[in-house]
């Protein structure tokens, strides 16, 4: 029997899947290669010290944040581990890659601190709200998905801005071009998650309420 009909022999049986059920999943094997690639990326910037390297690699992998949604949706491979897995490593690109680059002098200071300031407030008051007041978990908005395009395209922009290649200057200026916009679209997105946190919350409560109702 597949994970897919497993989690629709759960679903059919009235049993909600846990967060370690259906972990072997296309999408969730291409999200741990992805993951993978990590040590790469740093590997290519501090060992090797070649940031035009570093920086595609980290162009592609942003590029690439779609796909195991689409193969989730596509092989009907959803799973309570993957809607947990996949923002999570996500989140852990943007920040070690933020961090890394800091460290490595190419990107200005301010910025970074500026896109990480954001990152912890709205992803921590999400991460708390949902382990420790029962939040009802929400897809992030069409806005919010722009944003973080925007971010990452100007954060590869920023190391291959600072290299010596021939395209070094375009993509120098693009780092700007998608940076000031990315970020005051992520503060404004985080603004505009404060209505969804509060319904959540407030969905969380009335289905913590009827499970005990019913218990």
């Not at 990480?116 to 939040?135: H, P």
């Not at 291959?160 to 404004?188: C, Q």
Request: charged letters at 15%.
């Amino acid at each position: 029997m597949s994970p897919a009909d497993t989690s629709v022999d759960s679903a059919q049986n009235g049993v909600p899947e846990g967060v370690f059920d259906n972990i072997w999943t296309i999408p969730n094997l291409f999200t741990l290669v992805r993951l993978l690639c990590l040590p790469i990326f740093l590997w290519l910037l501090f060992s090797q010290e070649n940031r035009a390297g570093a920086a595609w690699l980290l162009a592609g992998l942003g590029s690439t944040d779609w796909v195991d949604g689409y193969l989730a949706r596509r092989f009907n491979q959803t799973s309570e581990f993957g809607k947990v897995f996949d923002p999570t490593v996500d989140r852990l690109f943007f920040f070690v890659a933020v961090i890394a680059i800091i460290i490595d002098g190419s990107i200005p200071v301010w910025f970074a601190v500026a896109v990480l300031v954001r990152e912890v407030l709205v992803g921590g008051v999400i991460a708390f709200s949902t382990v420790f007041l029962k939040m009802q978990r929400f897809g992030v908005t069409w806005l919010g998905k722009c944003a973080t395009f925007l971010l990452m395209g100007a954060v590869p922009s920023f190391l291959i801005g600072s290299t010596d290649v021939w395209e070094a200057p375009f993509f120098a200026v693009l780092a700007w071009v998608f940076g000031i916009p990315g970020l005051i679209l992520s503060y404004w997105t985080g603004i505009a998650y404060i209505p969804l946190i509060r319904a959540g919350l407030v969905a969380g409560r009335a289905s913590t309420s009827t499970g005990t109702q019913d218990a």
